[in-house]
């Protein structure tokens, strides 16, 4: 019989056992998902493959990971000075904005997935569009490319496009 708290077999043993299994489930199942996800991984900027505009900000690695049920991006680099950066984001592939920290540039970030291999991307400063562009992944997994437009700080369009190597 399932009596008393601290038995073995007891009521509130298997519900402490189910919630910590159910729990277990939830995040082995996210990660999952996320780990089919061709652009969850580390990216290294391959250099000799990318075109940027003159001056424009590098992001060297690029690491994108599940972060419970959403994705986190970290992102380091160089400014147009050559001083290193790094900023976050945590958010889903729904197209909606989420939050930035440690980017000058810009203070929300959406990514928009298109299809397996394919996002749209959207960085906005104070409630304005500064960047769009989009990322495909190679359909061997090995390789992706953005393609970035911005309007430049003297009204010109610029427009950039980063070749990144899976790590």
Not at 96 to 119: A, E, F, Q
Not at 142 to 158: C, M, V
């Amino acid at each position: 019989m399932l009596t008393g708290k601290g038995n073995p077999g007891s009521i509130g043993d298997m519900k402490t056992k189910t919630t910590g299994l159910t729990l277990a489930l939830c995040f082995f199942g996210a990660a999952f998902c996320f780990a089919d996800d061709p652009q969850v991984g580390t990216w290294k900027l391959n250099e000799t493959k990318s075109k940027f505009a003159p001056g424009e900000p590098k992001n060297h690695t690029v690491v994108y990971e599940a972060a419970g049920g959403n994705v986190k991006v970290t992102v380091d680099g160089t400014d147009k000075d050559g001083k290193s950066t790094h900023n976050e984001w945590t958010g889903k592939f729904d197209g909606k904005d989420y939050p930035v920290t440690g980017d000058p540039t810009s203070d929300m970030r959406s990514y928009k997935k298109i299809d397996d291999r394919t996002l749209e991307i959207t960085l906005k400063k104070d409630g304005k569009v500064t960047v769009t562009g989009r990322i495909v992944v190679s359909v061997d997994g090995k390789s992706r490319t953005i393609t970035t437009h911005e309007a430049g700080s003297e009204g010109k369009k610029l427009k950039n496009k980063a070749v990144y190597d899976k790590q």
